[in-house]
């Protein structure tokens, strides 16, 4: 039986004059994470503004928990948890100021909870805003989503500028909101690992296009890298699915996605030899995935 989804875009797209988000199709099942990753400018923060029907789309149509966005947003956004990086507290106030203003909006609030997320993230709800430092105002700004018990969480960016130890625990803590399995992650990330480690779907962005996306363990099986020796300087199968090739006199890096286990024949019936043949991490996917889209783009302009 197939799950509700949680977020569902279809042809999404919202035009500025120095960019535009250009037929975005996203979707996946409530109880899952998605992942965004894509460089500055992608269009990654465009997206999750638009999920949250902060900007209403140009073009296409969202549904987020099965209410149409941004027409249905106050109904949606009872049960979504929204963090960003630009996100501010009030300074002058402490955490338990900011506790008890978002249970006196929300008739969700688990006060239980909350003091368990105040001792996992080492807060004291009398500290004050402007005595926190980066990691604490990022966790005090969680615990107060998470508090909520939101059936979706979208988060931009969440990890950005914490120390290895804070972002161990923000990580954590996504993952722990996962235990009902009804409950749903959206979050755009620059870094990789964070994507790798909690994802079940990861989709990359480049200039306001969706240039892949999939479940992770497709991500992480599709692509090799096949190290080769050609002495004869014979040419490479003419395959589709070769992404990037790194030459170096008879020493040659070829990286391939959709690969299954005739992709080595055919470089043997060339005449290479293979030496290794690698898994990638999901940097390096990200990255062949951006130069392929770089070359792509370049081409559309030349024509």
Known sequence: MDLPLAVECKGLTKDYSHFKLQGVDLSFEQG?????VGPNGAGKSTILRLVMGLLGPDAGSIRVLGHAMPDEQIAAKRN????????????SETIAFHMDFIKSIFDTWDADYADILLRRFDLHKHQKVKGLSHGQRVKATLLLALARRPRLLVFDEPTTGLDPAVRKEVLDEMMN?????????L??????????QISDYITFIYGGRIIESRNKEDFMDGWRRLRLTNMQSKPLPNLPNIKDIQQSGHLCAVTVNEYDESVPAQFNSAGQVITAIERLSLEEIFLANVKCAKAMTMMEFIQ
């Open 32 to 36: 899952a994470v998605m992942g965004l």
């Open 80 to 91: 979504i948890g929204f963090i960003s990086d630009d996100m501010r507290l009030y300074e």
């Open 177 to 185: 909101a996962l235990a009902d399995e009804t409950r749903s992650i």
């Open 187 to 196: 979050f755009s990330s620059h870094n990789t690992l964070d994507i790798e």
